[in-house]
């Protein structure tokens, strides 16, 4: 039993946009078994308990822990590969570095590097494009269980337009998957398991049915994939499957569209694939820092939101541009900016959102954790800078927690996270 002091920021509400920022100054969080029982004043709680532990998070802010709706977890070594679009950096960059993934003590070393890159940026919960190889996927969870973050990843399966090495069939796929799920799949636990076929244009229509039987075979599982992120991968999937309505029918054909689904990207969507997103309750991951440096371009947010799409931020390592969801947060303000009278205005609060309530919502863990509510797992990071640095100073002229929030989404990165906690246990320090 313990209570954690501290300033506390989170987004207790589903408005978005137009969130609103709930910060608590000296609060304390009492946690019992990795729940929160309490949030109130700290001198009330501590005078409530007088023989707990107290840990002190002050000076700094506590923010629940990040959820991140796509990284790849194969891609952590190739980050910085620009100057190229989608498809030449997959040939280029990503696809290369797949293949190395063939090696268990490569994959071994890779996994280290992921978990350690997601928990250092304070990202207690995430939606990860695994290894085409299921030794690779075995030694991520392996890794993952031994941190304890939180993620959902399953075996990426791919049947054409790939190279040799990166493909394999449906029933294989079907065998695979089954048997990672029999190890790893633990939907009230950390760890669950994600049908991923890469994307369809690389995925044909029977390994696409063996996805949405393993989706069927396994209560719980999650499906995930790539979706208009470009527009030479949208022709191409359009060449691939000339009888589609559209990007998403390649999917939807074969029962992989609702509410347990997670697309990435989706920068340049029609209105009847917005209308069917929203329908079926399917979510979309903005990942903006990856969609600049591809140039595959603007994310559509206000379309999202009139169609009832449910939107979350991802931070699509390795294109993008490093784990930090405060990055992304930053990036998707831009985007919204740089679309004017198409885009949606966002404040610090809205960026909050986008990096806790809206992922965890996304992945089906909004009543797991995603605030810093009473009933919810203590899954947080301690935003706490270095005296001097950037935003210690920004912090400490803050004018109201507002923008101090703002101040931390526009200078914050892993090295100002200070600590990591996930259901109550402590994951790493700096």
């Known amino acids: 039993m313990t209570i954690y002091r501290g300033t506390i920021f989170d987004v207790a509400e589903d408005a978005f946009p137009g969130a609103r920022l709930r910060a608590d100054d000296d609060a304390g969080l009492r946690v019992v078994d990795g729940i929160i029982t309490e949030r109130a004043a700290f001198t009330a709680v501590r005078a409530a308990h007088p023989d707990d532990d107290v840990v002190d998070l002050r000076p700094g802010i506590v923010l629940p822990g990040f959820v ?21 950096w997959l040939d280029e960059c990503a696809l290369p570095e797949e293949e190395r993934l063939a090696s268990v003590e490569y994959a071994r070393g890779v996994a280290a590097d992921f978990v350690r890159g997601l928990a250092s ?33 399953g075996l990426v399966v791919s049947d054409r337009s790939l190279p040799e090495p990166l493909l394999t069939t449906p029933e294989r796929s079907y065998e695979e998957a089954s ?11 950390r760890t669950r398991y994600a049908v991923t076929p890469r994307f369809s244009y690389s995925a044909g229509d029977d390994l696409l049915d063996a996805c949405h039987r393993v989706l069927k075979d396994v209560p719980g599982s999650w499906f995930t994939s790539h979706l208009n992120e470009n527009p030479a991968e949208i022709a191409a999937v359009g060449a691939k499957f000339p009888t589609a309505h559209h990007y998403l029918d390649t999917y939807d054909r074969h029962g992989l569209v609702g509410r347990a689904s997670v697309f990435a990207h989706n920068v340049h969507p029609t209105d009847g694939e917005l209308e069917l997103l929203g329908r079926s309750g399917a979510a979309v991951s903005h990942c903006p820092t990856s969609n600049s440096a591809l140039g595959s371009g603007l994310f559509p947010l206000r379309r999202h939101l009139d169609h009832g799409v449910h939107v979350a931020l991802g931070s699509d390592v ?6 930090s969801l405060f990055k992304e947060g930053l990036q998707s303000y831009f985007v919204q900016q740089l679309l004017g009278g198409e885009g949606t205005s966002l404040t610090s609060a809205d960026l909050l959102h986008l990096a806790t309530r809206s992922g965890a919502a996304a992945l089906g863990l909004g009543e797991v954790v995603g605030d810093l509510s009473v009933g919810k797992q203590f899954d947080a990071l301690w935003l706490c800078p270095r005296e001097g640095g950037p ?5 400490r002229h803050a004018a109201s927690p507002e923008q101090a929030l703002a101040k931390a989404f526009t200078l914050a990165g892993p090295a100002d996270v200070a600590a990591t906690w996930v259901g109550g246990d402590h994951v790493t320090s700096r």
């Open 121 to 153: 940026a304070g990202t207690t919960t995430s939606l990860v494009f695994g290894s085409h190889f299921a030794g690779a996927v075995d030694v991520l969870f392996e890794e993952v269980a031994r941190v304890g973050l939180r993620v959902t990843a």
């Open 318 to 323: 390795g294109a993008g541009t490093g784990f």
């Open 68 to 88: 991140d709706t796509h990284v790849h977890f194969p891609q952590v070594r190739i980050i910085g590969g620009l100057g190229m679009p989608l498809l030449q």
């Open 391 to 395: 935003l210690d100073v920004g912090l």
């Open 179 to 189: 048997a990672l799920a029999q190890r790893w799949h633990r939907p009230e636990g």
